[in-house]
């Protein structure tokens, strides 16, 4: 490693009302040669010929440089690595799927030559925070293997006897559960804020956020669904009367729609709820990945209302196309792509989008490879649809349309 002694690197003390500065500066390099920590190169010509120009450390001084360094304050890489390899190797036996052992065994791995590229960490960053990622590892390792849904604070306080732990690394935590997961693989850790709830964790009131028309008889009341503009905003504890509202009333089409705007927009060019409902359709927000309540109402509804058709209008992103199959995949049904097709991508990439990353595209090609073998109708679309993000290069949010 070398440093140099110039104005670039000490401004301050290489300006003209610097020389205190400087002379300090050639002090303290002059003590750190005297210990060994560095080797000192001079100016061998000019009017500087003598002065100091570079500090080197190399393999004879990087020890002592080390000691140093740790008898100062200060504290070594490997201190974090180390930490974060034994821990990560102590939770592989608690790992209930395999795929958290497997990424577990490679955070190890990986932590024991210092490359922090798994975690999506720069080496500067985890210097900063990889106290951080002891619980936040083991709290990725306990939502993996399934919690009872419970708020924020009560999963923290079980896990940590802390109610503010988990709120205090939640996005280490959704950051590895991103990478870790292959449900969310290729999903942008900062495209996925609300992730946790949809491993139970709930930061804010359980709400189905819909518009259409249906009489809801909740204990002796009864509301009309219709009469929620733009959209009602019903506690999940209201699912089951939701479901048989919808039931009775036979209906023919749910549409569920991944962003809050465009759920909105969607509402309003139908005419509002009371028009959705005229034509026997309700549409539902999901808020990006749905959480378990929504989820467990959507698969409840498709039970129930069996002639009815479902369709997802999503981003043309990794992220919305895996929306889509983790919908597909727990409702167990046909859920038609809306809006999002391959027709909608080519038209729309002419305009342009932002690039696909390699990781993007690797993770759109495996998800293609994992649905293209699944029955149903909407599965040729849905292979069209990545087909046709992969050979235009780029991603489209919904927004667009």
């Not at 500065?21 to 002059?30: E, I, K, S, Y």
């Not at 919690?147 to 939640?170: C, N, Q, Y």
Request: charged content about 25%; overall charge negative; aromatic content about 6%.
């Amino acid at each position: 490693m070398i440093l140099r002694l110039d104005a670039r690197t000490f401004p301050d003390a290489f300006a003209p009302e610097g020389r205190e500065q400087r002379a300090a500066l050639v002090a303290a390099a002059g003590e750190l040669e005297a210990g060994g920590c560095v080797r000192i190169v001079r100016h061998a010509r000019g009017p500087l010929i003598g002065e100091p120009k570079e500090l080197r450390i190399g393999p004879v001084e990087i020890v002592p440089a080390c000691e140093t360094a740790q008898a100062l304050g200060y504290e070594p890489l490997a201190v974090g690595l180390t930490a974060v390899e034994r821990h990560a190797a102590l939770l592989q036996a608690e790992a209930g799927v395999a795929w958290m052992r497997s990424f577990l065994e490679t955070v190890a791995t990986t932590a024991r030559t210092a490359d922090l590229s798994l975690i999506g960490m720069s080496r500067q960053r985890f210097k900063h925070e990889w106290r951080d990622l002891i619980p936040a590892l083991t709290a990725a390792v306990a939502l993996a293997a399934g919690v009872a849904p419970a708020w924020e604070r009560v999963v923290s306080e079980r896990l940590f006897r802390d109610s503010k732990m988990l709120g205090r690394v939640r996005s280490h935590i959704v950051a590895l559960l991103v990478r870790a997961d292959p449900r969310w693989e290729g999903v942008p850790p900062e495209e996925a804020a609300e992730l946790l709830e949809a491993y139970g964790v709930r930061r804010k009131p359980g709400l189905i956020r819909c518009a259409g028309a249906a009489m809801l008889r909740v204990g002796d009341a009864v509301y009309r669904l219709e009469d929620f503009t733009p959209a009602a905003h019903l506690p999940d504890s209201w699912a089951g009367a939701w479901v048989e509202a919808l039931a009775e009333m036979k209906i023919r089409q749910v549409t569920t729609v991944e962003n809050e705007y465009p759920f909105l927009a969607y509402v309003e060019e139908a005419g509002g709820p009371a028009a959705l409902g005229a034509r026997g359709e309700v549409a539902v927000y999901t808020a990006g990945f749905p959480t378990p309540a929504i989820v467990a109402a959507l698969s409840h509804l498709s039970e129930r209302a069996t002639d009815a058709s479902f369709q997802h209008w999503g981003d043309a992103d990794v992220g919305g196309m895996r929306i889509w199959w983790f919908l597909r995949s727990r409702l167990q049904r046909p859920i038609a792509l809306f809006r999002t097709t391959a027709e909608w991508i080519s038209a729309e990439a002419i305009r342009g989008g932002r690039s696909l990353s390699g990781t993007e595209r690797a993770a759109l090609e495996r998800l293609r490879a994992e649905i293209e073998t699944a029955e149903g109708t909407d599965v040729p679309s849905a292979c069209e649809a990545i087909a046709a993000l992969l050979r235009h290069g780029v991603k489209i949010e919904q927004e667009r349309y």
